[in-house]
């Protein structure tokens, strides 16, 4: 059995990041579904397939909360977050082999890093842009994506519109300046230990300060 990894919201400041697990006998099992890095895909083709998906996997996913990744942080590094992220889905799944997709600029040290984080013995080939080189991380990839768009629409009902959550789309600048503003704290679906929201604050406390003087 071979399972692909990936993850979707590592970058971002808003919501959890989704780390995905599919496991498959072969390959060969997903070729007819035309399977593509998932940013790559609309998001109701990213649907389709993940329904696809479902019938013909087995998946496993981990969602780490905005306010669990900031307490990790202050022991490790994002990588190293990730990795372990990784690990537990393929202590999950039970594969043989994982093709897992390198988030260190080194992915033969990366790789080595989420092996040394199993309690079992499986082969982990790590690789750059593998949603792009194997179909079953290219699986992996949809089905973090999917979920992780889920839960970015249902805070959305509860915030309004928060956008991406990356700190790249003005609309989640816009609700992040809007919200520390009126509330004079982060919420608690954004990372606090992001640049994006130390500069923000940083911004507004001096534009308040400025108000007094």
Request: hydrophobic share 40%; charged share 30%.
């Amino acid at each position: 059995m071979i399972c692909g990894v990936d993850e979707a919201g590592k970058g971002a400041v808003l919501g959890p990041m989704i780390i995905a697990g599919v496991l498959v006998k072969s390959e060969n099992s997903l070729s007819s579904l035309g399977l593509k890095d998932s940013k790559l895909l609309t998001a109701r083709r990213r649907e389709d397939l993940y329904e696809k998906i479902l019938t013909m996997a087995k998946i496993h996913t981990i969602s780490i909360d905005a306010w669990k990744i900031d307490e990790c942080r202050k022991s490790m590094t994002m990588n190293e977050i990730t990795a372990r992220g990784h690990a537990g889905v393929i202590e999950a799944l039970s594969p043989s082999v994982a093709y897992v997709d390198a988030c260190d600029v080194n992915a033969e040290r990366y790789g080595k890093t989420v092996k040394g984080l199993l309690k079992r013995e499986c082969r982990v080939l790590s690789e750059h842009k593998a949603e792009s080189k194997f179909l079953v991380v290219a699986a992996a990839s949809i089905i973090a994506k999917v979920k992780r768009d889920r839960i970015i629409d249902q805070i959305s009902e509860e915030y309004g519109n928060i956008g991406s959550g990356y700190p790249s789309d003005p609309k989640t600048i816009r609700f992040l300046e809007s919200y520390i503003k009126k509330y004079k704290i982060h919420p608690i679906i954004s990372r606090y230990s992001w640049n994006t929201v130390i500069d923000i604050k940083s911004r507004l406390s001096q534009t308040s300060l400025g108000e007094y003087l």
